[in-house]
């Protein structure tokens, strides 16, 4: 069964790109009928989504983060990234990763991480 | 961007209830709704896809309904590892997918 496992810093400071990894347990990130997506939610709050992509090349990002966001895959190290640049406190979340097929259909999760904002 | 609207953002019920939850979508978006289960510290689970698709391993207390607009969550008859938060998703357009607020489901 897929399992998905975020990495990255807990915390960054304002102004600063936020990094993370997905790293994904099987060969599916070539796989041409999955997109990969990250979700984010903030403490306490609902949930936002970020952006997808997929081996083909497509990307698209939320609009509200679109001029900050960027995504990357490696393939070759089943892992896919994200990058949020100039984060700010609002920036404070729990960021998931995630598995989505053409109808956006997000299964599985993975546990998903915290990043805090701070300085 | 398609607004979802849940409701209730909270709700109170007994074990054994049964209880149904509303998420509205701004515009029409067929059948293009998903519903996930979130518990403290934990993903969000997949529950129902399609509006009404029942995901592999997920009990038949669990079932969807709706097109167009107007889509629900029911829970037949609740048992003690359902109380948590629901949401509800719109794959229909990806500029960008969008989550209701949540409803949670709490013990009465």
């Known amino acids: 069964q897929l399992q998905l496992q975020e990495s990255g810093p807990g915390m960054v400071k304002p102004s600063e790109t936020l990094s993370l990894t997905c790293i994904v347990s099987?060969?599916?990130?070539?796989?041409?009928?999955?997109?990969w997506a990250w979700i984010r939610q903030p403490p306490g709050k609902g949930l936002e989504w970020i952006g997808s992509f997929y081996d083909g090349g497509i990307t698209y990002y939320n609009p509200s983060l679109k001029s900050r966001v960027s995504m990357y895959l490696d393939t070759s190290k089943n892992q896919f990234s994200l990058r949020l640049a100039s984060v700010i406190a609002a920036d404070t979340a729990v960021y998931f990763c995630?598995?989505?097929?053409?109808?956006?259909?997000?299964?599985?999760w993975g546990q998903g991480t915290l990043v805090t904002v701070s300085s | 961007d398609i607004q979802m609207t849940q409701s209730p953002s909270s709700l109170s019920a007994s074990l054994g209830d049964r209880v149904t939850i509303r998420c509205r979508a701004s515009?029409?978006?067929?059948?293009?709704v998903n519903w996930y289960q979130q518990k403290p510290g934990k993903a969000p689970n997949l529950l129902i896809y399609?509006?009404?698709s029942l995901q592999s391993g997920v009990p038949s207390r669990f079932r969807g309904s709706g097109s167009g607009t107007d889509f629900t969550l029911t829970i037949s008859s609740l048992q003690p590892e359902d109380f948590a938060t629901y949401y509800c998703?719109?794959?229909?357009?990806?500029?960008?997918?969008?989550f209701g607020q949540g409803t949670k489901l709490e013990i009465k």
């Open positions: 998703q719109q794959s229909f357009s990806n500029s960008p997918y969008t």
């Open positions: 995630a598995r989505h097929n053409k109808r956006a259909v997000l299964d599985p």
């Open positions: 515009q029409s978006i067929s059948s293009h």
């Open positions: 099987d060969d599916s990130l070539s796989d041409n009928n999955y997109y």
């Open positions: 399609g509006a009404s």
